[in-house]
């Protein structure tokens, strides 16, 4: 049974930090390329960033230089680093598998004075 376990949600004020984990089970991380999406209220799902089985990364235009996606393969856990982060950035965040396309279950990201 595949399982993707998102952590670290939370709220922040503006220009705030904050470390998303998503720890997998059940597939062989290694192997599988992994993803950020976010979906915030009233908008569509947004990918958000993406990093290849070779660590190569790509990332939305909206985060560029603000958030890091990596991956530890020995914990087969993916993380999002966020950054001077901004009330756009409020939204539900999941993490995906590109092996299998499986999804968690999402943390809500609130960013907020």
């Known amino acids: 049974q595949v399982q993707l376990m998102e952590s670290g949600g939370g709220s922040v004020q503006p220009g705030g930090s904050m470390r998303l984990s998503c720890t997998a089970a059940?597939?062989?991380?290694?192997?599988?390329?992994m993803s950020w999406y976010r979906k915030a209220p009233g908008k569509e799902r947004e990918l958000v960033a993406t990093?290849?089985?070779?660590?190569?990364?790509t990332y939305a235009d909206s985060v560029k230089g603000r958030f890091t996606i990596s991956r530890d393969n020995a914990e087969s856990t993916l993380y999002l680093q966020m950054e001077n982060l901004k009330p756009e950035d409020t939204a539900v965040y999941y993490c995906k598998s590109g092996l299998g396309g499986f999804w968690g279950q999402g943390t809500q990201v609130i960013v907020s004075s």
């Open positions: 059940g597939i062989i991380f290694s192997v599988s390329s």
């Open positions: 990093i290849s089985r070779d660590r190569t990364t």
